[in-house]
């Protein structure tokens, strides 16, 4: 892979992305079809989005509960850098979500009932050798996934709203640059391969359920579930999607698979660059513009800084 790079040290970046999402609720032809070539994939990536003020805050408690165990320093650092990440993550998530209850969608209550459940009680019931390898097969599946957005972004975000797009790009940029952290705090405390394989089946089929509901009740309440054309779009982009993860979720079974293996897509790396040199680019990437082998910043973006203003 000519544009990938094999690279298995730690780069983590804590990142206040100005991301602002007052374009969204006109760019669309109904609330939360930010890409309006794909309600389906919209809605998918809605779905996803609700879960992550409980998923990630979940991830945090356990990773926090294994710091009191780890006795390498090095691990420390990188687990706390992970953290550091995963709060903005969910933060950034929540102010998106916002935007889609404001949109007067009925069936985000109930869909994040759900998941708030779920998560306090696997956070409270399960042990802390299976919460970790529910975290390191979520990590796992999310590296893969990160790698299936970047590779296909022109497809999945192509002229689609620019604030949304950098949302979902950001997050997962930062999920392949965090890569190690969950696999390396499982492996010094447990290690067991039966229970790694268990958090990955357990946590990949546990995320698409949930997610697998929350799409179908956001297309149900915007008509389109019963649209023919709509569920065509619908199998599509999800053929797509699992024909592309497959062979990386796969990967994951081996008992020598470690995620540095997984080389980084140069594409990501070149992200963290432009957000460098300019911040409020990186928050909106040009979707016009997703085939360059470069991101390329939304030309004399004029953007809020409303996420500086919430102190993300
Ligand atoms: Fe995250
Ligand atoms: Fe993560």
Known sequence: MSDAILDTSSRMVVRRVPFSYTDTATAGTAPG???????????????????????????????????????DLALQKDLDLYVAQE????????????????????????????????????????????????????ESMALAIGHML??????????????????????????????????????HLHGSYFWRMV???????????RTGQGYRALLKEDGLWRDLKSRLRLAKVLVRIIKNILPRWFHIWRPSYHPSQVADP??????????????????????????????????????GTQAQKDGL
């Open 33 to 71: 079809h930010w890409n309006t070539n794909s309600p389906e994939f919209s809605q998918i990536v809605n779905s996803a989005s609700l879960a992550m003020p409980y998923l990630e805050p979940y991830l945090i408690r356990s990773m926090r509960e294994a710091r009191k165990q780890i006795t």
């Open 87 to 138: 709060a903005t993550h969910f933060r950034q998530h929540r102010k998106f979500n916002d935007t889609l209850a404001a949109a007067g969608y009925q069936a985000i209550g109930p869909i994040e009932d759900r998941l708030r459940r779920d998560y306090e009680v696997l956070g409270t019931k399960r042990s802390l050798r299976f919460n970790l390898a529910y975290a390191e097969g979520f």
């Open 150 to 187: 970047i590779e296909d972004r022109v497809f999945l975000f192509g002229d689609s709203d620019p604030a949304v797009a950098s949302l979902v790009l950001w997050h997962f940029v930062e999920e392949i640059e965090h890569k190690n952290v969950a696999f390396d705090v499982f492996a």
């Open 199 to 209: 958090g990955l089946v357990y946590a990949t089929s546990h995320i698409f359920w």
């Open 266 to 303: 140069k594409w990501g790396r070149d992200w963290a660059k432009l957000f460098d040199a300019n911040p409020d680019g990186a928050a909106n990437l040009d979707t016009s513009r997703l085939r360059e082998t470069v991101p390329v910043a939304v030309p004399s973006s004029v953007v």
